[in-house]
T-cell receptor, first 114, second 115 residues
Framework: DAGITQSPRYKITETGRQVTLMCHQT?????MFWYRQDLGHGLRLIYY???????DKGEVPDGYVVSRSKTENFPLTLESATRSQTSVYFC?????????????FGPGTRLTVT | GENVEQHPSTLSVQEGDSAVIKCTYS??????FPWYKQELGKRPQLIID?????GEKKDQRIAVTLNKTAKHFSLHITETQPEDSAVYFC??????????????FGTGTRLTIIP
């Protein structure tokens, strides 16, 4: 479980501010993901990445920006936070090894936008 | 895109009884169906998964069944124990163009085991 970490674990920010959530994994997994978890919606994919500098949109990408300059890091930035972005954010990673389809989740970041 | 529906949203069972959670999916191209368990305040963790070329899979007290024709799959937990209390999420997935899984999750089932 220590293989994928997120920081900060809790964050309170004001509407309009920029905030970056960090994700770091030590498994050298090729694929990384960002999900948000909201009551009644389950987990919804925001963005994902296949390798350094390769990213793509998920189901709910609006208002978010990602980058991946190094394989082990996948930061998520809210450029101008809104109250609707109050949520629990989970980062996940997935190996590209043949037959391994499991996604491993980080511990989550609880973000509150006031 | 894919749509996954999960029922029931809450489920209470007596300790020792069985619990069944059902999911349906819409995209016939989905070929991987994992189930995640999330305890309060914790991360989701994979408990069992099934691929579309298999109809049933069992791991000790948990089993998953898949009906591709009807596009539904179910999680079965037998001899339930207090530690089974958690939120369970189903998901349906197919590979993206990059080769990774693209999971679409159900909305979750809160399972409570009554001692």
């Amino acid at each position: 479980d220590a293989g994928i970490t997120q920081s900060p674990r809790y964050k309170i920010t004001e509407t309009g501010r920029q905030v970056t959530l960090m994700c770091h994994q030590t498994w050298s997994h090729s694929y990384m993901f960002w999900y948000r978890q909201d009551l009644g919606h389950g987990l919804r994919l925001i963005y994902y990445s296949a390798a350094a500098d390769i990213t793509d949109k998920g189901e709910v990408p609006d208002g978010y920006v990602v980058s991946r300059s190094k394989t082990e890091n996948f930061p998520l930035t809210l450029e101008s936070a809104t109250r609707s972005q109050t949520s629990v954010y989970f980062c996940a990673s997935e190996s590209n090894a043949a037959g391994d389809r499991e996604q491993y989740f980080g511990p989550g970041t609880r973000l509150t936008v006031t | 895109g894919e749509n996954v529906e999960q029922h029931p949203s809450t489920l209470s069972v007596q300790e020792g009884d069985s619990a069944v959670i059902k999911c349906t999916y819409s995209d016939s191209a989905s070929n991987y169906f994992p189930w995640y368990k999330q305890e309060l305040g914790k991360r989701p963790q994979l408990i069992i998964d099934i691929r579309s070329n298999v109809g049933e899979k069992k791991d000790q007290r948990i089993a998953v069944t898949l009906n591709k024709t009807a596009k539904h799959f179910s999680l079965h937990i037998t001899e339930t124990q207090p530690e089974d209390s958690a939120v369970y999420f189903c998901a349906a997935s197919k590979k993206s163009n990059f080769g990774n899984e693209k999971l679409t999750f159900g909305t979750g089932t809160r399972l409570t085991i009554i001692p």
